[in-house]
């Protein structure tokens, strides 16, 4: 008996970060009407489902990864109705909607941890971990905060004499998983937004949820003891029970782990469904570490594990401007731009896109004073273009106001109304490779099979039953040439190229520099031809 494959995994997501997506009333911040109108737009992409970033209640010292209440909504964001509004049109448009739960930590204005503060009995007390100080007078031990950089995991409370824990900001104290009721009271958060109608949660920083119970200091060149502990897999697969208990719901994990087969455990049966991949995420712009990278991750995990990959998100560097190299111009830029694309539209797995990656927009360069995040990732969080500022307005569509961070200054061409009137920029690229990923089956649900190439080539067949899709993708300056004689010289089968160059090029036998190409191979001339991608070549510079 054939059973139906799991939606999450033929989709394509696309994070917002509602601060900076659409702003419907003025004040410079985006909101979740403003999410609700500019729907349209993802649907046309092409995308199926939605993850947004945290919009509860929040102070924002962390933009609203550090929660005060995880039922209400911020009102800088809108109110309870408009998220059940959001839900019920993205809905209406076919797209499914996850909500960003974080389940390690609060915020300190959170009221459970105002009552866990005010006293030793408090009834809240044992929801966060307290400990007393090292003989020494110090912290319980040498843990370490994610940030700021290097911070220590402890921040003494003289009201209460002791010290707590916190993975992040001294004002995002962890919970404590271990505890029974701290689980239960989590898990009915999950219930909350689940029975509200969203179709699953991507669930931030996961792998703190397990810390060694000793609290033993951290040993140099060892996994760190305050996070990925294996009771964490327990709690998870606690997780996981509810998800199910909404048919069709996804959990969705940020693995903060950078090996990958660490990642693996978290994707066993009854865990998580999918977990993002920071290893792939940060892979440099050389084709044989792609590769690698991703070969490192399949291999391991065997057919029934479902890789998801990201390049983009609220807290990485755009791709654009992290590939750039130095001396690249605009176009060049781009180029590395759009072998992203297609490489992580085309692989085996579930994509992750994040807002602006469909224009190819890079990390905005923020004049001395403007942003305020203490990890300096404001650049890739800057308002979402929508048209021209020389006709919009410097709020370029985002805002009627003064938009929260400055809008990037390739907006006047980088802009999804510019974009949408020529069939060559980075959004018609994206909406061409999001098309071809729905018409073909093999690059959805199909296996993957890397081929032989030159080290600055990556190749790799996709294949769903007769099925058979050849992406081919040069990361050189220069070409690379193919032998194309086994196929008709009438029919030279292209689905799609980075470029109308590239497909020109490829016309010719030529892969050109910088550039991909989708074939599709289901024919014996496909066959013959999928072997000849490492025809014997000139080595050019891999840029």
Do not use: C
């Not at 940060?282 to 990201?310: H, Q």
């Not at 979402?384 to 009627?400: D, L, R, V, Y």
């Not at 032989?452 to 300056?477: Q, W």
């Not at 040439?481 to 109308?500: E, F, N, V, W």
């Amino acid at each position: 008996m054939t059973h139906a494959r799991p939606w999450w995994q033929d989709a394509v997501f696309y994070q917002i970060y509602p601060r900076s997506f659409a702003d419907t009333d003025g004040d410079g911040i985006g909101d979740l009407p403003g999410i609700a109108e500019r729907l349209a737009h993802l649907r046309s992409l092409g995308v199926d489902a939605v993850w947004i970033s945290p919009f509860f209640r929040s102070p924002m010292l962390d933009h609203g990864y550090d929660i005060s209440d995880h039922t209400a909504v911020d009102p800088i964001f809108g109110t309870g109705a408009d998220a059940d509004a959001l839900i019920a049109a993205a809905h209406a448009r076919g797209l499914r909607v996850l909500v960003d739960i974080v389940l390690s930590h609060t915020s300190d204005r959170h009221p459970w941890f105002l009552d866990a503060a005010a006293s030793r009995g408090a009834a809240k007390r044992g929801f966060y971990v307290w400990r007393d100080g090292s003989p020494e007078g110090g912290p319980p031990n040498n843990w370490r905060a994610g940030f700021p950089p290097n911070s220590s995991s402890w921040t003494w409370h003289p009201g209460t004499a002791q010290w707590y824990l916190h993975s992040h900001l001294p004002q995002q104290p962890d919970l404590d998983w271990s505890n029974p009721a701290v689980r239960e009271a989590q898990l009915d958060v999950l219930r909350f937004w689940l029975d509200r109608g969203v179709d699953g949660v991507r669930l931030d920083s996961i792998n703190r949820l397990g810390k060694d119970p000793a609290y033993r200091d951290n040993l140099e060149g060892r996994p760190l003891r305050q996070q990925d502990w294996p009771v964490l897999h327990d709690y998870l697969r606690e997780v996981r029970a509810v998800v199910d208990e909404y048919p069709g719901a996804v959990a969705v994990g940020e693995v903060w782990e950078f090996d990958q087969r660490r990642i693996l455990p978290y994707l066993a049966p009854g865990e998580l469904h999918l977990a993002h991949n920071f290893v792939f995420a940060r892979a440099p712009f050389d084709a044989a570490a792609i590769r690698r990278t991703v070969e490192e991750f399949l291999e391991p995990a065997g057919p029934d594990v479902w890789p998801a990959w990201f390049f983009n998100n609220h807290d990485e560097p755009r791709i654009v401007s992290r590939w750039a190299a130095p001396g690249d111009d605009e176009t060049t830029r781009q180029a590395r731009g759009r072998l992203a694309a297609m490489l992580l539209l085309t692989l085996r797995g579930t994509p992750f896109l994040y807002q602006g990656e469909e224009l190819g927009l890079p990390d905005t360069e923020l004049p001395p004073g403007a942003g305020d995040d203490r990890n300096g990732r404001d650049p890739q969080r800057t308002p979402m273009p929508w048209a021209p500022p020389s006709t919009a307005g410097p709020g370029a569509g985002f805002t009627t106001g003064e938009p929260w961070l400055p809008i990037g200054a390739t907006a006047e061409r980088l802009n999804v109304a510019a974009e949408l009137q020529d069939e060559n920029s980075m959004l018609g690229l994206y909406r061409g490779l999001l098309e071809l990923r729905r018409a073909r089956p093999s690059l959805r649900a199909g296996d993957q099979a890397f081929l032989d190439a030159p080290r600055d080539v990556i190749a790799y067949l996709r294949t769903d039953g007769a099925e058979r899709s050849l992406v081919v993708l040069n990361f050189a300056k220069a070409d690379r040439p193919l032998d194309l004689s086994p196929l008709p010289g009438d029919d030279r089968s292209l689905l799609l190229a980075t470029s109308g160059e590239a497909g020109e090029a490829w016309s010719n036998g030529v892969l050109a520099p910088l550039s991909g190409v989708v074939i599709d191979a289901s024919g014996e001339a496909g066959r013959e031809i999928s072997s000849a991608v490492a025809a014997p070549s000139p080595r050019g510079g891999a840029g």
